[in-house]
């Protein structure tokens, strides 16, 4: 019989404490603390990056991007890899398969199995703790070489690095948001001013604007929710002076 000892432990404290002889209230009293113990040890313990393994999805606008799984021994956490409508010459390699006739070329295909064939394996062999993100994020980096992440691509580094922040932080037991901000060394928490997307241009929209965002930040509202509403209502009374001109 495969008994847990996580069910070995509840059951003979469960059943023990039905005698409350002081001698069984002794004996419950020091497993419950071993328990305890060995329960937070193995906690502890629940680092190992088990199974990383990537697939293709669809993202917003109905191009391909990369997702990730990654097993641990707390289970399973997955991210997907955001994609700009435009990039910087200078930023970051997103790599895409370049093949027209698949996916107009923005296939990513080379990216997923960069992930599954080389830097899955080669990171689960160093058993790294999911806590670790700077060391993770600059291991991948190493692995790659390039100075834009031009080799794996942006897509597939950036995808294992979300995940392993996800399964960082229910490592710790906190918010992914606290994860993050501890990761940075930030100790103050403040929410966000929320920034609104007004008007688009460049590659954006179809029209001859120069700029390629008109954003707001309701700076001077006295809580969130104020901020929204200005933000909201802003939006909105542009749209019919707009269609009023």
């Known amino acids: 019989v495969n008994i847990s000892c996580d069910t070995l432990c ?34 502890a313990n629940k680092k190992c990056m088990k199974h990383i393994f990537a697939r293709m999805i669809f993202d917003s606008r109905g191009n391909p991007t990369v997702e990730v799984d990654l097993i641990t021994d707390l289970g399973l956490f997955r991210a997907a890899v955001p994609s700009g409508a435009s990039t910087g010459i200078h930023e970051a390699l997103e790599l895409r398969d370049e093949i027209l006739t698949d996916y107009h070329g923005k296939g990513v295909s080379k990216a997923i199995s960069n992930i599954n064939d080389i830097i899955a394996p080669e990171l689960l062999k160093k058993e790294f703790d999911v806590t670790q993100q700077r060391e993770i994020d600059e291991f991948m980096m190493e692995l790659d070489g390039t100075p834009n992440l031009s080799r794996f691509g942006a897509n597939a580094i950036l995808g294992i690095s979300l995940v392993v922040c996800k399964a960082g932080a229910a490592k710790r037991g906190v918010p992914l948001y606290k994860h993050i901000a501890d990761l940075a060394g930030n100790t103050t928490l403040i929410l966000p001013v929320p920034a609104f997307n007004v008007i688009n241009g460049g590659s954006h929209a179809g029209n001859k604007l120069a700029m390629q965002e008109f954003m707001i930040l309701p700076t001077g509202a006295t809580s969130f929710t104020e901020a929204m509403k200005m933000g909201s209502e802003t939006y909105h009374h542009l749209k019919n002076v707009i269609k009023a001109k």
């Open 10 to 43: 509840q059951s003979q404290i469960y059943v023990n404490f039905q005698n409350r002889s002081p001698s069984n209230l002794f004996f419950v009293f020091i497993f419950k603390h071993i328990f305890v113990y060995f329960r937070g040890y193995k906690m």
